[in-house]
């Protein structure tokens, strides 16, 4: 039986590696910026063929001029027949002149761990994965950096969306240690929502999105932060 997958992107975003995308205008087949959007249909390519895609913001539109419950009920008919959330963090994901509130990255998450009732049967919150794109350089420093004399990555959590950052090394009892630089340092599985470079993830994707499922079976380790700023 095939996943059901949520991918939250910004559809707009160009910062992000170059796929090499042709497309067909009145002009004929030409090449066009590659954007976060066409990262889906590479991930599509990837997944099992029984796995069904949902995507998110379609069009960049700010979320200011709508009313909380058509947000409300785009985003929970959206949601709620998927088990897994991928989020695509890529380089300009997040408009930091406008509130987060606006945006819609934060709420497709914020929906994807909460619980819904439909017709007497209720669906628990997603396992969610991020998914971290190259930038326009192929690189992943912007947000996944390693640390030589710890021996460990680091993550740029506070250039995310809050409610990513706060789902992040939030095991209630974590195993951690102190690098020799005063850095501490997590092991195991610290965050709800852990973090895969593109590149490792294309190469076994079933392997992260399983593991999601899993830390979503294990909810109640994690101190779990739904509400959007």
């Not at 997603?126 to 350089?137: H, R, T, Y």
């Not at 390693?146 to 974590?174: A, G, H, V, W």
Request: charged share 30%; with cysteine; aromatic share 14%.
């Amino acid at each position: 039986m095939g996943r059901k997958v949520f991918v939250s992107y910004k559809y707009s975003d160009t910062k992000v590696q170059d796929l090499n995308i042709y497309e067909e205008n009145a002009f004929g087949r030409v090449k066009v910026a590659t954007r976060a959007r066409h990262y889906v249909d590479e991930l599509a390519k990837i997944l099992d063929s029984g796995d069904n895609i949902f995507k998110g913001e379609d069009d960049g539109q700010s979320l200011k001029d709508f009313s909380d419950e058509y947000i409300a009920s785009t985003l929970r008919d959206k949601i709620y027949d998927s088990t897994v959330t991928i989020v695509f963090v890529s380089k300009e994901m997040k408009n930091f002149f406008y509130p987060e509130s606006d945006q819609w990255i934060p709420w497709e998450i914020s929906y994807s761990l909460r619980q819904s009732t439909r017709n007497g049967r209720t669906k628990t919150c997603n396992g969610i994965l991020a998914v971290v794109l190259p930038d326009e350089m192929g690189s992943y420093d912007y947000y996944i950096t390693y640390n030589d004399t710890c021996e460990c990555r680091s993550l740029n959590t506070p250039f995310l969306f809050k409610i990513l950052n706060r789902n992040m090394f939030n095991q209630k009892k974590p195993s951690t240690t102190q690098c020799v630089t005063g850095v501490l340092v997590y092991y195991g599985d610290s965050s709800y929502i852990d973090s895969v470079k593109w590149e490792d993830f294309k190469r076994a994707p079933n392997s992260y999105l399983d593991k999601a499922i899993v830390l979503r079976d294990r909810l109640e380790e994690y101190d779990i932060i739904k509400n959007v700023d």
